[in-house]
């Protein structure tokens, strides 16, 4: 079973290989709140407020831009959506790879 420390210990790295679907829930059970959906893995965080929320947001970014893997993201008031997939893979088609899941991983620390 894959341990959620060994992915925040590891860097995306730019990659076309996308991870199998009999990989896939291992990689799930290791981010807990996190699903697969058309094609991307996601989660939807709540908080208190705008405040709180923005204050995620540029959280993220700031993950984001470390790992040079960036998601897509829904924000409203007290929520936001994050949303992973790697458009390198598949042939440039989109697919899952372990980068999301590394990614997935320490926005999963920030709410610990």
Not at 2 to 19: F, I, M, R, V, W
Not at 42 to 65: H, L, P, W
Request: aromatic content about 10%; overall charge neutral; glycine content about 8%.
């Amino acid at each position: 079973m894959l341990n959620p420390s060994e992915l925040l210990k590891q860097k995306c790295h730019p990659t076309e290989a996308g991870l199998n679907d009999k990989a896939l829930p291992e990689f799930l059970a290791a981010v807990p709140g996190w699903d697969l959906q058309d094609g991307k893995i996601q989660r939807k965080f709540s908080f208190k407020n705008f405040y709180e929320t923005i204050g995620f947001v540029n959280a993220v970014a700031f993950i984001a831009n470390r790992e040079d893997h960036h998601p897509d993201l829904e924000v409203g008031y007290n929520r936001c959506v994050v949303k992973f997939n790697t458009h390198s893979v598949n042939g440039g088609k989109g697919g899952i790879s372990e980068n999301d899941f590394i990614c997935a991983a320490k926005i999963n620390a920030l709410s610990n």
